[in-house]
T-cell receptor, first 116, second 116 residues
Framework: AQTVTQSQPEMSVQEAETVTLSCTYD???????LFWYKQPPSRQMILVIR??????QNATENRFSVNFQKAAKSFSLKISDSQLGDTAMYFC?????????????FGKGTKLSVIP | DTAVSQTPKYLVTQMGNDKSIKCEQN?????MYWYKQDSKKFLKIMFS???????INETVPNRFSPKSPDKAHLNLHINSLELGDSAVYFC???????????????FGPGTRLTVL
């Protein structure tokens, strides 16, 4: 079974600064996806970024980027130029890519507060 | 044009009642899911349906039953509601390739269930 660990229950960052959220995972699989989802106070689960394990290049989406270290089983999220709208819970998630493997395994989340 | 929608968004009911939560997706995906988010914000898979076939059932009490009338809908029925069922329930959907690999999951807005 896979496990996902987010070791920072809460974090805060000044507006316009950069913050990094950490995530580690444990798996014996070689092929998988990793995701970061954002859950603002509205409760909606919003996909932030996705990384395929076979890709060495780190994924980026505008101000969001990841540092994917496959050997270390680490998948951190960097948010640059933090904005007030980035205030949310952030969940790291793992998904195997083999046939019949569809479930997402989530970490416990990191509550990020962006301070004006 | 909501991609994944759920009704109702809020549900307050008495212990022992039977209730349903509806989910619809207009993304043309062939796999749908139900997740439960507990009071500590932890998200866990409950069910997934692929081509009208249940493919995951994660130690969920049999009072919970998913029902899929077609590929675009996956409803969640809950019988004999208990206090511990109070949570936020999320529906999600994704596309599964011919090789059986699932793509990114997209979530509905969630249904907050409160059992009194």
């Amino acid at each position: 079974a896979q496990t996902v660990t987010q070791s920072q229950p809460e974090m805060s960052v000044q507006e316009a600064e950069t913050v990094t959220l950490s995530c580690t995972y444990d798996t014996s699989e070689n092929n998988y996806y990793l995701f970061w989802y954002k859950q603002p106070p509205s409760r909606q689960m919003i996909l932030v970024i996705r990384q395929e394990a076979y890709k060495q290049q780190n994924a980026t989406e505008n101000r969001f980027s990841v540092n994917f270290q496959k050997a270390a089983k680490s998948f951190s999220l960097k948010i640059s130029d933090s904005q007030l709208g980035d205030t949310a819970m952030y969940f790291c998630a793992f998904m195997k890519t083999g046939a019949g493997s569809y479930q997402l395994t989530f970490g416990k989340g990191t509550k990020l507060s962006v301070i004006p | 044009d909501t991609a994944v929608s759920q009704t109702p968004k809020y549900l307050v009911t008495q212990m022992g009642n039977d209730k349903s939560i509806k989910c619809e997706q207009n993304l043309g995906h062939d796999t749908m899911y139900w997740y439960k988010q507990d009071s500590k914000k932890f998200l866990k898979i409950m069910f997934s349906y692929n081509n009208k076939e249940l493919i995951i059932n994660e130690t969920v009490p049999n009072r919970f039953s998913p029902k899929s009338p077609d590929k675009a809908h996956l409803n969640l029925h809950i019988n004999s509601l208990e206090l511990g069922d109070s949570a936020v329930y999320f529906c999600a959907s994704s596309q599964v390739s011919r090789e059986g690999r699932a793509d990114t999951q997209y979530f509905g807005p969630g249904t907050r269930l409160t059992v009194l």
